[in-house]
């Protein structure tokens, strides 16, 4: 698919290109409810003044980098095939579309106009938009991620900080799908703090997150239970691993299936 026919159906699948950041709708363009205001939608002028940056948080250098520099220090090749879940505007996605043979990088996201903000600014601008195809990117509320590509590595960051329990089982069992036996999938959380009151909100370097609400925390036996409750993934607690705000690192390594 061309790029400008993916844009133009995205345009056709919903008003999102009119929304207001602010406005997020109760429902994402495929049916079903909204669990946080992640989805909030931008319109072409929005793009255009870089708010896409600000909408997933800002830090968008440090961060971009930051992840970057952590996957190719645990081994991420050129000829790895890498999916970014939660991958936005390419904040991180920028670096991997350079780093990794064209074609390489794949990325799946709940808010299609994000999407559209990495193909119609962030590539461009990168001298990237020829390393990336359209249709490596997916706009999806249910972590559908099968692109007919076997992954050795995928990443959420800044993903599961905003995903209730069973949202969070629901993506590793997807993504469990497509990652290879031996492939790692590594994901960011807040940390709950195991000495507090279940009830009690913990305050973390930049911001307070809650146990039923977003911004979530959780304990790593949380995030071990959900992955093995729904698929082979064996949980490894990397912990804290430099995020300016605080979130530390687990990672899930995708076993054989019996």
Avoid at 2 to 31: E, N, V
Avoid at 137 to 164: K, M, Q
């Amino acid at each position: 698919m061309r790029r400008d026919d993916w844009l133009r159906a995205a345009r056709k699948r919903g008003r999102w290109a009119r929304r207001r950041i602010s406005g997020a709708p109760a429902q994402t363009p495929d049916g079903h409810r909204r669990v946080n205001r992640y989805g909030g939608r931008l319109t072409d002028e929005q793009i255009s003044a870089g708010r896409h940056r600000e909408s997933v948080g800002g830090a968008w250098d440090e961060i971009g980098r930051l992840q970057h520099g952590y996957l190719l220090a645990t081994g991420l090749k050129p000829s790895s095939y890498l999916l970014d879940v939660g991958c936005g505007a390419l904040r991180g996605g920028v670096h991997f579309v350079r780093y990794l043979e064209p074609g390489h990088y794949y990325g799946i996201d709940v808010n299609e106009s994000l999407l559209r903000a990495a193909l119609v600014k962030e590539l461009p601008e990168a001298g990237l938009a020829d390393r990336l195809p359209p249709e490596n990117l997916r706009a999806t509320s249910r972590f559908e991620c099968d692109f007919g590509v076997r992954f050795d590595t995928a990443l959420a960051v800044s993903v599961f900080t905003h995903l209730p329990l069973n949202h969070i089982r629901l993506c590793l069992f997807q993504v469990a799908k497509v990652v290879a036996p031996g492939g790692r999938f590594f994901a960011t959380y807040f940390p709950a703090d195991p000495g507090r009151a279940f009830d009690r909100p913990v305050r973390q370097k930049a911001t307070r997150t809650f146990p039923e609400r977003d911004p979530y925390h959780y304990l790593p036996s949380d995030l071990a239970w959900a992955a093995t409750s729904v698929a082979r993934w064996e949980p490894k607690q990397v912990g804290d691993w430099g995020h300016p705000r605080g979130q530390h690192m687990i990672e899930f390594v995708r076993l054989p299936d019996d």
